[in-house]
């Protein structure tokens, strides 16, 4: 397009970063960047808002942080750019911090009834995520706003981690009813039959979920190396480089037992022996990414891994104990949020 004499403009500039977001292409981003601080875009806001976004989404937090500050203008986009930035990446008291203030700019834009809506869905999801699921389904029976089909998705999500196989079924039965081409539901149903060992209700939803011929969402991670994006999936047999990320994870398990990790079996969704679901965790797609980070990036350097679902326990699990013994902060990004995992600790605090 500039070869062509033709420069850029904040909308085609969005769309340059928003391709960096999805690809997790920071270095990129960053190139961008100092294009825009050498045109006369270095002073618009929505470059600077798009700007923003990429950072938060590519984890560079510090970044987006440091734009932020030193934007001459700021509008409402631009505010909850930099909220859900720190949402996303676990500073709570931060988003808290700024969220006020946008809260008195956003009432000026949006109706009583969008804002109550969204306030109830936040109710349901916090309440979820925090194990009181019987206060959850209260709220959303007595609810006046009609429930969109991610609450019931979130609940269904927080009974595998609670172990509530009825509200499961109530909440399977609710997201089907409106989204009746969901594979999640059946998926995530079937997921909390498996964590109780439920194999019987495993095979039966699995068969519904057949019949309605609906495809299960594979679940993979990649990582950037050197500009080139890596992708991972679970059992994966196909990387050029895999025998050595095997290696090196038979590596990092001795030192994991040394340090006091234990597998989460329940993790392991397979009606397999103990022996063989150790092994289907050790080769989680996220534990492959963050072995060829270790492998290939300098010593220091942050592994950022991103994920096309939610981080499981065990390897939540396991990437807390890796940069510890590692001394290596990793980053994942998953569905939910970015976990900063730093001297053996997450900065979702176990909570996501």
Not at 16 to 34: D, M, R, Y
Not at 168 to 187: C, I, M, Q, R, T
Not at 196 to 206: E, S, Y
Request: glycine share 8%; aromatic share 6%.
């Amino acid at each position: 397009m500039m070869a062509g004499g033709v420069g850029p403009n904040p909308s085609t500039l969005s769309s340059v970063l928003l391709g960096c977001s999805e690809l997790s292409a920071l270095q990129l981003g960053k190139q961008v960047h100092q294009l825009v601080c050498k045109s006369p875009l270095h002073i618009d806001t929505t470059a600077g808002t798009s700007l923003i976004s990429m950072y938060c989404k590519c984890g560079a937090l510090e970044d987006a942080k440091k734009l932020f500050v030193e934007m001459p203008r700021r509008d409402l986009v631009t505010w909850n750019a930099m909220i859900s930035g720190y949402a996303q990446h676990g500073a709570g008291e931060l988003a808290l911090r700024i969220t006020f203030v946008a809260v008195l700019l956003a009432c000026n834009h949006a109706g009583l009834l969008d804002l109550g809506t969204g306030y109830f869905n936040c109710m349901v999801d916090l309440l979820s995520r925090a194990g009181k699921l019987d206060e959850a389904v209260d709220l959303i029976k007595k609810s006046p706003f009609k429930p969109h089909p991610a609450i019931y998705g979130t609940l269904l999500g927080a009974c595998r981690i609670h172990k509530n196989t009825k509200i499961a079924e109530f909440a399977a039965k609710n997201l089907l009813d409106l989204d009746p081409g969901s594979a999640a539901a059946y998926v995530q149903l079937a997921n909390v039959y498996a964590a109780m060992n439920k194999w019987k209700d495993v095979a039966r939803v699995r068969q519904l979920m057949n019949r309605s011929n609906l495809v299960k969402t594979p679940g993979y991670s990649w990582i950037d190396v050197k500009n080139k994006v890596h992708e991972f999936r679970s059992g994966d047999r196909i990387h050029p480089d895999l025998g050595s990320i095997h290696e090196k994870l038979n590596e990092l398990e001795e030192k994991m037992k040394l340090a006091g990790y234990v597998p989460d079996l329940e993790c392991a969704l397979h009606d397999v022996g103990e022996t063989e679901k150790k092994q289907l965790l050790l080769r989680h797609s996220e534990k492959l990414a963050i072995a060829y980070g270790l492998m290939k990036l300098p010593p220091g350097v942050p592994i950022r891994v991103f994920k096309n679902l939610r981080i499981c326990a065990d390897c939540h699990r396991a990437a807390k104990c890796i940069s510890e013994i590692e001394k290596r902060e990793i980053i994942v990004r998953d569905t939910t949020r970015f976990h900063h995992f730093k001297d053996g600790s997450c900065s979702c605090r176990d909570y996501w």
